[in-house]
């Protein structure tokens, strides 16, 4: 059995492609959920859209602050896996979910596979940044998108065997979730934006959520600059965002079309047709790049600097709408010809071809 250990959004969208192609082989797979994402919004409607199958085992983490999360994490995965006894554990990405599930595996003597291996920030504020470090120290197998992270994982002195290039699952995912988006979701006519210019922005992180007052001026600069371009924003306000929101009496924007968290195909179809995407999230980074869409990253710095590298995204980190609005016209007004960095949309079925003599053996 090939387990998937994963928790969050970003993680099923990612790791759908491997399922279906693991399905698709015969190859038996178990989704190994944490709990991690534990609202319907962030977390079943996304199995249901993604047409996965339930999982196999859940820990049912939930909640709690981060040391006391990975550790709930890595006991209770450590005894699912212990019954379900698979030949490689995948994991995929930055979460505390990646963190508990290389380390567990690990320790219970099951080889691991990173999927999105070598992402590097550099940013040690940033809780991902150790998740996928460590995460790398101890897989077998690491899966980089693109020749800049097995690079960078080289330059860290890991250049064994198990390294591969392999492109992103998101690839996969964007570009056929994206068609599939058109013929069941009606967001757009719902919302009102089908003839007229839109932006997206989601916001979740806790450099930019955590502080009140630095979100509350990020919503009034964007607000402000996509006035000036006749832009609507629509805002999937994220649990962790609405939160400092309602604690401290933070409203939106003349601008903003506020709504609940979307599902993955809600989202994705917005996402196609919109003239701009805002972002702190580096797979919405990803998949706005991947869609020809241009993108404002909300950071200070990205572990995807391919986006920055094709002109798909810029970095924006400043409370200063002058400069906001300028970076929206370079944006917005940059031609959509980009190369797409992170891979043909066959990622799974080479991740497979890799792992599938390990999964056969006896």
Known sequence: MLAIVLGTRPELIKCAPIIIE??????????????????HELD??????????KSVANVHVGSHPP???????????????????PKVVLVQGDTNS?????????????????????????????????????????????????ELQRERLRQEGIAHDGVHVVGNSIVDAALHYAK?????????????VTSRKYAVLTMHRQSNVDDYMRLRGILETINDAAVHHGLSVVFPIHPRTKAVMDAHGIQCGSAFIPVEPLGYLDLIRLLSSADL?????????EE??????????????????????VGASALHHEIDVEKLVETMRIQMTRPRNWENPFGDGKTA???????????ASS
């Open 22 to 39: 693991a399905q698709r082989r015969g190859i038996p797979v178990g989704i190994v959920h944490t709990g991690q994402h534990y609202s």
């Open 44 to 53: 079943r409607v996304f199995f249901q859209e993604l047409k996965l199958p």
């Open 67 to 85: 040391a006391r999360q990975v550790g709930f994490m890595v006991l209770r995965l450590a005894d699912a896996l212990a019954e379900l006894k």
């Open 98 to 146: 990646v963190l508990a599930g290389a380390l567990a595996a690990f320790k219970s003597g099951i080889p691991v596979a990173h999927l999105e291996a070598g992402l590097r920030s550099d940013d040690w504020d940033m809780p991902e940044e150790a998740n996928r470090v460590l995460a790398d120290r101890i897989s077998k197998w690491l899966f980089c998108p693109t």
């Open 180 to 192: 599939v988006s058109y013929e069941v979701s009606d967001i757009a006519e719902r919302l009102g």
């Open 277 to 285: 995407v805002f972002t702190d999230s580096g797979g919405i980074q």
């Open 288 to 309: 706005a790049c991947i869609l020809r869409v241009p993108s404002i990253t909300l950071r200070q710095n990205t572990e995807r600097p391919e986006t920055l590298h």
């Open 349 to 359: 079925s080479r991740v497979l071809d890799i792992l599938a003599p390990h999964l």
